[in-house]
């Protein structure tokens, strides 16, 4: 994989300061002190390649479509480029793709927490016996977001080896990014079913759908409307690259503004197949306004998390 390695200096290095220069022009156009970044992967350097690995192997599952990662680069490296961009805060969203193995994610994450405090603190988990153990020791040690992934976990969000846990988050007022949506591909448990069973039986989980539920996005705006804790991450969505493969319904616009105070910038970084500039201005030319700017890149986050 050497030839997808990220460019030497020179060139390159100019281009990531052009780059920081536009971010930080478009946060600062708005009057925002910076960004707040929901949805940023970091993880065991072994774990990310193989995340990696799975994007380069990824042309099938999307019909085809390519996706090259953008910033492939060393975790420091990844740090030092958002906190250039005026990134405030961020998170290090890490899950497991089998059991007996968020624990030893979430060990990983304390570490990563400590020595990066500018990242929010995250934890993950998987439908396993001792899940509530980990989770609830988890939230002891200050976790102040979790990520699930019911896709590349392959698991049912509604399994009762959840219940405790779901039931533990939604007291302790802990946001959960969940990818459950069916895209880049459909998982068994994928699309808003799993989850209103979910939140049926815990109406007050704070759970932030991420990528806007793709391709289901009427479905999960539903439930936001519906369960008030409900938000969305917009991790990916509105991009050139997602509205070829899911195109957000034109007609589901003014429910965004709507939902302004529960809309938050996700981006995905570093795997994503374009500039991290691009999805400021995927959100930019909704044209829902430099309010709704505000809210959905910074404020949002800010008040949940009371950071930044
Ligand atoms: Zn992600």
């Given at each position: 994989?050497?030839?997808?390695?990220m460019?030497p200096?020179?060139?390159d290095?100019?281009?990531r300061?052009?780059?920081?220069?536009?971010?930080r022009?478009?946060?600062?156009?708005?009057g925002l002190?910076?960004?707040?970044?929901v949805?940023?992967?970091f993880?065991?350097?072994?774990?990310?390649?193989k995340?990696?690995?799975?994007?380069?192997?990824?042309?099938?599952?999307?019909?085809?479509?390519e996706?090259?990662?953008?910033?492939?680069?060393?975790?420091?490296e990844?740090?030092?480029?958002?906190?250039?961009?005026?990134?405030?805060a961020?998170?290090?969203?890490l899950?497991?793709?089998?059991?007996?193995?968020?624990q030893?994610?979430?060990?990983?994450?304390?570490?990563f927490?400590?020595?990066?405090?500018?990242c929010?603190?995250?934890?993950?988990?998987f439908?396993e016996p001792g899940a509530e153990?980990?989770v609830?020791?988890a939230?002891?040690e200050?976790?102040?977001?979790?990520k699930?992934?019911?896709?590349?976990?392959a698991?049912?969000?509604?399994?009762?080896?959840?219940?405790?846990v779901?039931?533990l988050?939604?007291?302790?007022?802990?946001?959960?990014?969940?990818?459950?949506g069916?895209?880049?591909?459909?998982?068994?448990?994928?699309?808003?079913?799993?989850?209103?069973?979910v939140?049926?039986?815990?109406?007050?989980?704070?759970?932030?759908?991420?990528?806007?539920?793709?391709?289901e996005?009427?479905?999960f705006?539903?439930?936001?409307?519906?369960?008030d804790e409900?938000?969305?991450?917009?991790?990916?969505?509105?991009?050139?690259?997602?509205?070829?493969?899911?195109?957000?319904?034109?007609?589901?616009?003014?429910?965004?503004?709507?939902?302004?105070?529960?809309?938050l910038?996700?981006?995905?970084?570093?795997?994503?197949?374009?500039?991290?500039?691009?999805?400021?201005r995927?959100?930019?030319?909704?044209?829902?306004?430099?309010?709704?700017?505000?809210?959905?890149?910074h404020?949002n986050?800010?008040?949940?998390?009371?950071?930044?």
């Amino acid at each position: 994989m050497s030839d997808h390695h990220m460019a030497p200096a020179g060139p390159d290095a100019v281009g990531r300061s052009v780059e920081a220069a536009e971010v930080r022009r478009f946060w600062q156009g708005l009057g925002l002190p910076g960004l707040v970044d929901v949805h940023t992967h970091f993880m065991p350097e072994r774990v990310l390649r193989k995340v990696w690995d799975y994007f380069d192997a990824l042309g099938p599952l999307t019909g085809g479509v390519e996706w090259p990662i953008t910033y492939r680069a060393e975790e420091d490296e990844r740090t030092v480029l958002l906190r250039e961009f005026g990134v405030r805060a961020f998170t290090a969203m890490l899950y497991p793709h089998k059991p007996g193995m968020a624990q030893w994610l979430n060990g990983w994450a304390v570490d990563f927490a400590r020595r990066t405090p500018d990242c929010l603190h995250t934890s993950t988990l998987f439908p396993e016996p001792g899940a509530e153990a980990y989770v609830r020791r988890a939230v002891e040690e200050g976790a102040r977001v979790f990520k699930a992934h019911v896709q590349v976990g392959a698991y049912d969000p509604a399994d009762e080896l959840l219940d405790g846990v779901w039931g533990l988050l939604a007291e302790a007022q802990v946001p959960v990014v969940i990818h459950c949506g069916s895209g880049p591909a459909p998982g068994k448990h994928t699309g808003p079913g799993p989850i209103a069973r979910v939140l049926a039986r815990h109406p007050r989980l704070r759970l932030v759908v991420a990528h806007m539920g793709m391709p289901e996005y009427e479905d999960f705006l539903d439930l936001a409307e519906r369960y008030d804790e409900v938000r969305l991450d917009t991790t990916m969505a509105f991009t050139d690259f997602s509205e070829r493969l899911a195109p957000f319904p034109r007609r589901a616009l003014p429910r965004l503004a709507g939902l302004g105070d529960r809309i938050l910038l996700g981006s995905d970084f570093p795997n994503i197949p374009y500039p991290y500039v691009h999805q400021l201005r995927a959100l930019e030319r909704l044209e829902l306004g430099d309010g709704w700017l505000r809210g959905v890149c910074h404020d949002n986050a800010a008040r949940l998390f009371a950071a930044a």
